[in-house]
């Protein structure tokens, strides 16, 4: 009975805090905050977030962790960008010519959810194969990715991008039925991601390795295999994140992402997943990013100091760590 409790609790309680956040911003800030332009905004702003903790959730439901995402999300972005550019030159010799500007576009986004899915393919194998922790290996791929892309771009930005790509981004154009591009794929990918576990016998596999590992062995799981797809689908959706990002913001840059691992993994936590694994949901994880997505937000409009939003943030996430974990100890 408790267990039951507990669950309805967690369930129930992230989308109970999210409307008691924005009443209270929508008071202190004497309804600014509610303003239709501001809420799209919010959705905007969590967009990115969002897509990098659906493919966390799927790792943390497994048991492990992605530590890597924000510095894949840089480096792909970085690339992508470049070659919709400048192309691709090595050694001398043209690998991928400069693109014409109708073509440089979807060339950007393949090359960096490629790139994305390489690096988590690579991050699934050290740990399926090798039985690695995954905080060592994701966190060894976070430092390779980050000072990969500062030594691929020498530090700087990659600029003077198509201006049809910024509506990729959610700039001017980049909008339909009045909501932004990066919040149809935040909701498409979504979608997918709740059906894929929900409805799939992979999905149920997820939370069976996440569960008892040995378990799900022996019942004829191929646990190496579910390790690494999860891992594959997480650098997927950081590499589409940084193709986003960086038409977001006009420029794929080498300091993108910064700290969005922490976010995510924040978000995945308040929306009701277990760090111990086979426990979570995308409903869940959507709500928790939305939340830290009204936080930011409304603290900046509250006027609160930039140095406070960190200390906030930080306490909110311990919250939701001390959280999961009365949760265990209640089953």
């Known amino acids: 009975m408790n267990a039951l409790k507990t669950e309805r609790f967690s369930r129930y309680s992230i989308a109970i805090y999210l409307l008691l956040l924005v009443l209270f911003f929508a008071l202190i800030t004497e309804g600014r905050f509610i303003e239709e332009r501001n809420l799209v905004n919010i959705l905007l702003q969590s967009a990115i977030n969002t897509i990098l903790a659906v493919g966390m959730t799927l790792v943390i439901i497994t048991g492990g962790i992605d530590l890597s995402v924000g510095s894949v999300l840089a480096l792909c972005g970085l690339v992508g960008t470049d070659i919709m550019v400048n192309g691709l030159v090595l050694g001398g ?20 959810c490629a790139l994305g899915v390489v690096i988590g393919w690579w991050n699934g194998w050290l740990i399926a194969r090798w039985n690695i922790a995954p905080f060592i290996v994701t966190l060894a791929t976070m430092t390779i990715a980050r000072g990969t892309a500062f030594v691929y771009s020498d530090g700087k930005p990659v600029g003077n991008l198509p201006e049809a790509f910024n509506r990729l981004g959610g700039g001017t154009g980049g909008e339909v039925l009045g909501i932004p591009v990066p919040v149809w794929i935040a909701i498409i990918v ?65 300091k993108y992402g910064e700290m969005y691992e922490l976010n995510a993994i924040a978000a995945v936590v308040l929306g009701g997943a277990s760090l111990a694994g086979g426990r979570g949901g995308v409903g869940g994880t959507v709500v928790g990013a939305i939340l830290i997505g009204v936080l930011d937000n409304g603290l900046v409009m509250a006027g609160v100091s930039a140095f406070y939003q960190k200390v906030v943030k930080g306490v909110v996430i311990l919250l939701a760590v001390l959280g999961d974990v009365w949760q265990r100890r209640q089953r």
Not at 225 to 248: D, E, H, M, P, W
């Open 190 to 254: 979504s979608l997918c991601t709740l059906v894929k576990l929900r409805a799939t016998q992979f999905g149920r596999a997820i939370y069976a390795v996440g569960g008892n590992e040995q378990a799900a062995r022996l019942s004829g799981v191929d646990v190496a295999r579910v390790k690494v797809t999860v891992y594959v689908l997480s650098g997927f959706l950081a590499g589409l994140c940084g193709i986003v990002q960086a038409a977001r913001l006009g420029a794929g840059d080498p």
């Open 93 to 112: 010799r043209t690998l991928v010519p400069k693109p014409n500007p109708v073509l440089g576009i979807p060339m950007a986004m393949l090359v960096s």
